[in-house]
């Protein structure tokens, strides 16, 4: 089945702990990116990235680390989160070109304490 | 910049009622665009999307798009809305090239018997 996972679904942790949110795809997308959500504001993206290490930040990038190492994974990472990165971060991923369809994971809801 | 507004934030009708999300983008182009549904506690999902060719679009779950480039909308329609339906509803925009989706901030459909 064609998917986007990512790990874990739900994290409460406090400030200034580092955490990193998991993203893999199985549809050999070239195209990966991460969003968050917040009430009143939709879908802000975060990072995206074009293909292995090639990564590029997207409206809302600060607090955030991303890397592609691999084709199906892009993690998330927050060195220092703060609890206004308390949000829904969803990653989705596409094959490339700007009208393939965009594939989104499930989510997973951050509260940073 | 390119930008997407959805003037409706909640929009509420009943079952078996006709529907219809408002989208207006700004872009001096045509640009690629898109509708997606989240429903509560899921991810993304495409209903529909649109190019070229005939304006008015088919997607999934019953629903269409009519591109008005005259008025730079694509306002979302189904003519009989389902209890099923009740989600947040996203209008998207996208551009040539790899350059990433700009979502606008969601309208949410109640949908009451």
């Known amino acids: 089945e064609a998917q986007v996972t990512q790990n874990p679904r739900y994290l409460i942790t406090v400030t200034g702990k580092k955490l990193t949110v998991t993203c893999s795809q199985n549809m050999n997308h070239e195209y990966m990116s991460w969003y968050r959500q917040d009430p009143g504001l939709g879908l802000r993206q975060i990072y995206y990235?074009?293909?292995?290490?090639?990564?590029d930040k997207g409206d809302v990038p600060e607090g955030y680390k991303v890397s592609r190492k691999e084709k199906r994974n892009f993690p998330l990472i927050l060195e220092s989160p703060s609890p206004n990165q308390t949000s829904l971060y969803f990653c989705a991923s596409r094959a490339g070109g700007p009208l393939s369809e965009q594939y989104f994971g499930p989510g997973t809801r951050l509260t940073v304490t | 910049a390119q930008s997407v507004t959805q003037p409706d934030i909640h929009i509420t009708v009943s079952e078996g009622a006709s529907l219809e999300l408002r989208c207006n983008y700004s872009y001096g182009a045509t640009p690629y665009l898109f509708w997606y549904v989240q429903s509560p506690g899921q991810g993304l999902q495409l209903l529909l999307k649109y190019f070229s060719g005939d304006t008015l679009v088919q997607g999934i779950k019953g629903f269409e798009a009519e591109f008005k480039r005259s008025q730079s909308s694509f306002n979302l329609r189904k003519p009989s809305v389902h209890w099923s339906d009740a989600a947040e509803y996203f209008c998207a925009v996208g551009y040539s090239g790899n350059t990433p989706l700009v979502f606008g901030k969601g309208t949410r459909l109640s949908v009451i018997a």
């Open positions: 990235s074009m293909n292995v290490e090639v990564t």
